[in-house]
C-alpha cells in the first residue's frame, strides 16, 4: 500500500526567515508529484507538479521553489517567507488521474 | 472566473437529513469529475469519481453528472456529524492531463 509522509506537521517562523518542507511517498514507483497551498477553509491552489525527478514545474509564482531530489521526495522551499506564506501546504500524488493526499503541514509565519 | 464553481459555500443540515451540494464548470473540455472530502486538519480525501453522465451511488453518498450543463452534484442521505466537513469538487480535462482543478468548497455541518 502507498502511504504518503510530510514533515514538519507543524512550523511557526519569521517573517524573512527561511523554509523546506518534505513530502515522501512510499510504494509507488515514479509517481507524479504534487504541491498545494491552502488558505484557512479555502479552496486547493496547485503550487507545483513533478512528473520525474529532478523535473519539477511551477504553476503559480508565490516566491517559492521546489526540487525533487529523488524518485519518492518531493521539497517545497523559500529563503525569505512573507506573511502571506501562512496556510496548509499538502503533498499530493497521483493514480489515473485520482490525486491522493498527505495530512498536510501548518505554515504560520509571524 | 473560477474554472469550477461550488455552491453553497456552507450548508447545515440535521443529522439523519438530506445535504446536496452543487458544482458547475465553465470548461467544456472537463470530462472528469471527483468529490473530495476534508476533515479540519487533515488532507483532502477522494470520496468517488463520476465519469458519465447519469447517477453513480456509494453507499450513502450519490453523484450526479450532466456533461451538457457542465453540472455535477453529490447528495448524501441519513446525513451523519461524522460527515460534518469542507467538500470540494474537482475536474481534469483529458484523459492524459495532470492538472486537477479544485472548485472553492462548500462547508457542510451535520447537526446531531
Known amino acids: 500500500a502507498q502511504t504518503i509522509h510530510q514533515w514538519p506537521v507543524a512550523e511557526i517562523k519569521a517573517v524573512g526567515s527561511p523554509l523546506s518542507l518534505g513530502c515522501t511517498i512510499k510504494?509507488?514507483?515514479?509517481?507524479?508529484l504534487y504541491w498545494y497551498w491552502q488558505a484557512t477553509g479555502g479552496t486547493l491552489q496547485q503550487l507545483f507538479y513533478?512528473?520525474?525527478?529532478?523535473?519539477v514545474e511551477s504553476v503559480v509564482q508565490l516566491n517559492l521553489s521546489a526540487s525533487r531530489p529523488k524518485d519518492d521526495q518531493f521539497i517545497l522551499s523559500t529563503e525569505k517567507l512573507l506573511l502571506s506564506h501562512s496556510g496548509f501546504y499538502l503533498c499530493?500524488?497521483?493514480?489515473?488521474?485520482?490525486?491522493?493526499f498527505g495530512p498536510g503541514t501548518r505554515l504560520t509565519v509571524l | 472566473q473560477q474554472k469550477v464553481q461550488q455552491s453553497p459555500e456552507s450548508l447545515s443540515v440535521p443529522e439523519g437529513g438530506m445535504a446536496s451540494l452543487n458544482c458547475t464548470s465553465s470548461?467544456?473540455?472537463?470530462?472528469y469529475f471527483w468529490w473530495y472530502r476534508q476533515h479540519s486538519g487533515e488532507g483532502p480525501k477522494a470520496l468517488m469519481?463520476?465519469?458519465?453522465?447519469g447517477d453513480k451511488k456509494e453507499g450513502r453518498f450519490t453523484a450526479h453528472l450532466n456533461k451538457a450543463s457542465l453540472h455535477v452534484s453529490l447528495h448524501i442521505r441519513d446525513s451523519q456529524p461524522s460527515d460534518s466537513a469542507l467538500y470540494f469538487c474537482?475536474?481534469?480535462?483529458?484523459?492524459?492531463?495532470?492538472?486537477?482543478?479544485f472548485g472553492s468548497g462548500t462547508q457542510l455541518t451535520v447537526m446531531p
Open positions: 469519481s463520476i465519469f458519465s453522465d
Open positions: 510504494g509507488k514507483s515514479s509517481p507524479n
Open positions: 474537482a475536474a481534469r480535462a483529458s484523459s492524459g492531463s495532470w492538472q486537477l482543478i
Open positions: 470548461d467544456r473540455n472537463f470530462q
Open positions: 499530493a500524488w497521483s493514480l489515473a488521474g485520482e490525486q491522493y
Open positions: 513533478s512528473i520525474t525527478v529532478g523535473q
